[in-house]
């Protein structure tokens, strides 16, 4: 997008609500859920899983390129937050809900991370070293008016000198997802050049 202004998300443009419903359908209530954590579910999931592993999933890369007007940022001075695209393979946590308390979890997360219904849930297939699992993740489409496409250095270094929200600055966040990965041993070369230009 260059440095045009990016634009304001289209508000109840898809049915929250009805891709809750349709994710409930998906998992079936009959077994644990699953959740695949790439960014901040990592070092902030906001609820108790009954089991932690690190996972692969292939197909999808972990990505600072959605604009977010809430969370870390404003209408006026968006921000941004990582989302999964399509390509390539990211490293994250496959954290396991027992199922009495998925419903009750997945209510909390569509609050956290589907308030505008920008996100596209997909199960995805997660290799672990205890194998494979399937599990809740939340994608972005290259087709969302959220996608960021490539940022140009300087705005990029605007966002993270200018950008917050209602859970802080853009800065913060993706400094924080660094550090949590790197602790973990898991070297994400793309955030850590585009952190360079903070």
Not at 32 to 56: C, Q, T
Request: charged residues 25%; positive net charge; contains cysteine.
């Amino acid at each position: 997008m260059g440095d045009s202004a990016p634009p304001r998300h289209p508000a109840a443009l898809r049915d929250v609500q009805a891709m809750l419903q349709a994710t409930r359908r998906q998992w079936g209530g009959k077994q644990d859920l699953w959740i695949f954590a790439y960014a901040s579910l990592i070092w902030r999931p906001e609820f108790e899983p009954v089991e932690k592993r690190w996972a692969r999933v292939h197909g999808y890369h972990r990505a600072l390129k959605m604009w977010s007007r809430i969370n870390r940022g404003t209408p006026e001075r968006p921000g941004l937050v990582f989302a999964l695209l399509q390509g390539g393979s990211c490293r994250g946590v496959a954290y396991r809900i027992s199922r009495d308390q998925a419903d009750e979890t997945l209510e909390r997360l569509w609050q956290r991370e589907m308030l505008t219904g920008v996100y596209d849930p997909r199960w995805l297939p997660c290799l672990t070293d205890q194998g494979p699992v399937r599990a809740l993740a939340f994608t972005l489409s290259r087709h969302s008016p959220n996608y960021t496409g490539e940022l140009p250095a300087s705005e990029l270094r605007r966002i993270f000198r200018q950008a917050s929200g209602r859970y802080g600055s853009t800065l913060d966040y993706a400094r924080r997802t660094y550090e949590c990965l790197r602790q973990a041993g898991i070297h994400d070369a793309l955030l850590h050049r585009m952190l360079s230009h903070a």
